[in-house]
């Protein structure tokens, strides 16, 4: 059992303790148990570890977004290698190029579609797409209103905790 375990176990008899004796004020079972045991030190370390945590992700995110740039660097710079490799083997009339590393090989563009105006072509080569997406502003209102409506409810999401730095 770690050492927060064995405080929040320690944390909840005591509790226990102190509601069995008619101490059922928040503020006196705060004070008593915060006396008792060293709960409040354990949840300073684990904010601050929460608090490195966070700066990491950040230090991360930063980072990430810096690699992410560099690989859209790399990767612009392979597709302009690419088409000048391209245009090279075209302008020479050279179709294919083996070397001990790898061969080259000058392909064919794939077949595709062309629409120069899209009014001009037919309904009967469109397909048309719908897209329901609920409006949940308005099902909460009315759920607060007190209509049922089916399939909705109103639900709390898992408690969380806020930090306000002093």
């Given at each position: 059992m770690q050492?927060?375990?064995?405080a ?23 004070d ?5 045991t ?9 904010q ?16 990430v977004?810096v ?8 990767e ?8 000048l490799?391209?245009d090279?083997m ?20 794939k077949?595709?579609v062309?629409?120069?105006v899209?009014?001009f072509?037919s ?10 997406k ?17 399939g909705a409810?109103?639900?709390r ?9 002093t």
């Amino acid at each position: 059992m770690q050492n927060h375990e064995v405080a929040i176990y320690a944390y909840n008899q005591l509790k226990e303790i102190l509601v069995a004796d008619g101490c059922d004020d928040e503020q006196c079972l705060l004070d008593t148990l915060e006396g008792e045991t060293d709960i409040a030190d354990i949840l300073v370390r684990l904010q601050r570890q929460r608090d490195e945590a966070d700066d990491s992700a950040a230090v991360l995110k930063s980072r990430v977004e810096v690699l992410q740039q560099r690989k859209a660097r790399f990767e612009d710079r392979s597709e302009r290698l690419k088409m000048l490799i391209c245009d090279i083997m075209q302008r020479t009339d050279l179709k294919k190029l083996e070397s001990p590393e790898f061969t080259i090989s000058l392909r064919e563009g794939k077949e595709s579609v062309s629409i120069a105006v899209e009014e001009f072509i037919s309904d009967e080569y469109a397909r048309i797409e719908t897209i329901r997406k609920l409006d949940k502003k308005a099902i909460a209102q009315d759920l607060k209103l007190g209509k049922i409506i089916p399939g909705a409810s109103i639900v709390r999401g898992d408690p969380t905790v806020a930090v306000r730095r002093t």
